[in-house]
């Protein structure tokens, strides 16, 4: 089955007058939905817009495993365990929060940032928190977040070339540039699937294209 989510149905959130756009994917905050609070192991995808300058203070997570995948621009991470760390397009970073952890994400360039940010909840609460920053993942490798049960696959595609989507239980397609096609549903920036029981399935773009596919076994 496949549950395609259009970019324009998203929560906005965030605070536009200083600098913070935020798209909500599934509930979150103010904008609660208990029809749509997760799938598999994916309880938040957003899309992040920060200005030059603009950022999220130190604030806490727990029992969160969270990944984030810069679009365009510099993130600025800070966190309670000590890492300061510079993210750009093409690294994959991720954060477990774990017992509890505190961060902060900043624009600290001059130009305009946009990431994804992606939450999993973990298959058992507790542990340490724990950081990891792949730089420049290659589109042949999976980044596995063994502690959701879920593998991430970066896709970039040129214009008539096509990627299969993993074969499980859920996968979710996040579409982040270009305009690619599943089944009969043309999806674009920002457009989203969720697959249920996915099985030879094929993921061809119309343009140049930019896919972030979450492949999981739990949920």
């Known amino acids: 089955m ?128 724990s950081y990891e920053i792949v730089r420049g993942i290659a589109d042949s490798t999976p980044y596995a977040v063994p502690e959701a049960g879920a593998l991430l696959h970066v896709r970039r595609l040129g214009a008539g070339e096509r990627t299969a989507v993993p074969d499980a239980a859920h996968v979710y397609v996040h579409v982040v540039r270009g305009h690619v096609r599943l089944g009969q549903e043309r999806l674009g920036p920002g457009d989203a699937a969720r697959v249920t029981d996915a099985k030879d399935l094929r993921l061809p773009a119309e343009s140049a294209a930019e896919v972030l596919l979450w492949e999981m076994t739990s949920g």
């Open 2 to 129: 496949v549950d395609v989510r259009r970019a324009g149905a998203r929560y906005p959130g965030g605070d536009p007058a200083v600098g913070i756009e935020s798209w909500h994917s599934f509930s979150f905050g103010p904008h609660y939905d208990p029809d749509n609070l997760r799938f598999g192991a994916l309880i938040a995808c957003n899309e992040e817009r920060l200005a030059p300058g603009a950022g999220f203070d130190e604030h806490p997570h727990s029992h969160t495993e969270i990944v984030t995948w810069v679009v365009e621009g510099e993130l600025t991470h800070r966190d309670s365990t000590g890492h300061e760390t510079r993210v750009r397009p093409g690294d994959v970073q991720r954060l477990s929060s774990a017992v509890g952890v505190r961060h902060v994400e900043r624009n600290d360039g001059t130009a305009p940032l946009t990431f994804v940010q992606m939450w999993l909840a973990p298959l058992e609460p507790g542990g340490e928190p």
